[in-house]
C-alpha cells in the first residue's frame, strides 16, 4: 500500500517539501486509506508536509461523520481536522442529477476550505477503478477521451489535484481497510445504485472477469495513445 502511494506521488510529482495538503474526507474507506498514507509516508522520507483533513457534509443526503473518531485518528497522526456542513435545493436543477448536483456542492465548498486553509493540494481518494468508470463514462455520453489525471492543476494554478491512489485497485484498499479495520460508512447514498457511474462499475467488471490484466491495461492505454490510428479532430 505504501509503496505504491508513494510510487505514485513520486512518478507523478504529486507532493514537495513544504506542502500543504487538504485531503477531501467522505468517511468511506478511500479516504481514510489516504489520510493514513499520506500521514505514514512523512516518517520515512526526509521531507515535511502539513495534512489538513477536510468534511463536507451535506444535510439530509451524506451520511454524518463520527467527527471524535476523525479527531483522535487525525491527531494520532498529526492532522488538523476540519468539519464543514452545507445544505442543498436538489429542486433548484431538476434537469441534473441528485448525484451531480450533491457532488458539485461538496466540491464547491471542499474548494472554499482549501483557499481559506493556503492549501497547494487537495488529494482525493480517487484510485484506478474510479478513474476507469470516468473514462468510459466520458467516451460514452461526452464524446471525448479524458479521466481522472493523477494531478490537475486549478484555478490557474492556485492548487492542484491530486490523487495519490490512482495506482491502486478498489479491492487493493478495501483490503487494506479491512485489515487495519478502519470504521467505514456503512450506509449507502440512497440514489447510489441509479447511477451511471454503478454501470460503468458493471461493465469494468466484466472486462476484468475476460481478462485478469484488463483495468491495468486500459489505465495504461490512457497515456499510450497513437493519434495516427485515430481519425482526425
Same mark, same amino acid.
Given at each position: 500500500?505504501?509503496? @505504491?502511494?508513494?510510487?505514485?506521488?513520486?512518478? *507523478?510529482?504529486?507532493?514537495?517539501?513544504?506542502?500543504?495538503?487538504?485531503?477531501?474526507?467522505?468517511?468511506?474507506?478511500?479516504?481514510?486509506?489516504?489520510?493514513?498514507?499520506?500521514?505514514?509516508?512523512?516518517?520515512?522520507?526526509?521531507?515535511?508536509?502539513?495534512?489538513?483533513?477536510?468534511?463536507?457534509?451535506?444535510?439530509?443526503?451524506?451520511?454524518?461523520?463520527?467527527?471524535?473518531?476523525?479527531r483522535k485518528f487525525c491527531g494520532e497522526l498529526d492532522i488538523a481536522f476540519h468539519h464543514r456542513t452545507i445544505e442543498i435545493d436538489l429542486n433548484r436543477d431538476p434537469?441534473? @442529477?441528485?448525484?451531480?448536483?450533491?457532488?458539485?456542492?461538496?466540491? $464547491?465548498?471542499?474548494?472554499?476550505?482549501?483557499?481559506?486553509?493556503?492549501?497547494?493540494?487537495?488529494?482525493?481518494?480517487?484510485?484506478?477503478?474510479?478513474?476507469?468508470? @470516468?473514462?468510459?463514462?466520458?467516451?460514452?455520453?461526452?464524446?471525448?477521451?479524458?479521466?481522472?489525471?493523477?494531478?490537475?492543476?486549478?484555478?490557474?494554478?492556485?492548487?492542484?489535484?491530486?490523487?495519490?491512489?490512482?495506482?491502486? $485497485?478498489?479491492?487493493?484498499?478495501?483490503? *487494506?481497510?479491512?485489515?487495519?479495520?478502519?470504521?467505514?460508512?456503512?450506509?449507502?447514498?440512497? *440514489?447510489?445504485?441509479? @447511477?451511471?457511474?454503478?454501470?460503468? $462499475?458493471?461493465?469494468?467488471?466484466?472486462?476484468?472477469?475476460m481478462n485478469k490484466k484488463a483495468k491495468n491495461n486500459i489505465f495504461r492505454s490512457l497515456s499510450n495513445i497513437h493519434k495516427e490510428y485515430l481519425p482526425p479532430e
Amino acid at each position: 500500500m505504501q509503496k @505504491t502511494v508513494g510510487k505514485a506521488i513520486n512518478r *507523478y510529482g504529486l507532493i514537495a517539501a513544504g506542502d500543504r495538503v487538504a485531503v477531501g474526507v467522505s468517511g468511506g474507506k478511500d479516504s481514510i486509506v489516504l489520510l493514513e498514507s499520506l500521514a505514514v509516508r512523512r516518517r520515512w522520507i526526509p521531507i515535511h508536509y502539513d495534512i489538513h483533513a477536510v468534511h463536507v457534509q451535506v444535510k439530509g443526503i451524506t451520511v454524518e461523520l463520527d467527527r471524535d473518531y476523525y479527531r483522535k485518528f487525525c491527531g494520532e497522526l498529526d492532522i488538523a481536522f476540519h468539519h464543514r456542513t452545507i445544505e442543498i435545493d436538489l429542486n433548484r436543477d431538476p434537469g441534473k @442529477t441528485v448525484c451531480f448536483v450533491c457532488a458539485w456542492h461538496r466540491r $464547491k465548498e471542499l474548494f472554499s476550505a482549501v483557499k481559506e486553509l493556503r492549501c497547494r493540494r487537495l488529494a482525493l481518494g480517487h484510485h484506478m477503478d474510479d478513474a476507469l468508470e @470516468t473514462f468510459l463514462l466520458n467516451m460514452t455520453f461526452n464524446s471525448s477521451i479524458s479521466s481522472m489525471p493523477p494531478k490537475l492543476p486549478m484555478f490557474g494554478g492556485e492548487f492542484d489535484i491530486i490523487r495519490p491512489l490512482i495506482l491502486l $485497485k478498489e479491492k487493493e484498499v478495501e483490503r *487494506y481497510a479491512r485489515i487495519r479495520e478502519f470504521p467505514t460508512d456503512k450506509t449507502r447514498c440512497p *440514489y447510489g445504485d441509479t @447511477t451511471r457511474r454503478a454501470d460503468m $462499475k458493471r461493465i469494468i467488471g466484466e472486462l476484468a472477469s475476460m481478462n485478469k490484466k484488463a483495468k491495468n491495461n486500459i489505465f495504461r492505454s490512457l497515456s499510450n495513445i497513437h493519434k495516427e490510428y485515430l481519425p482526425p479532430e
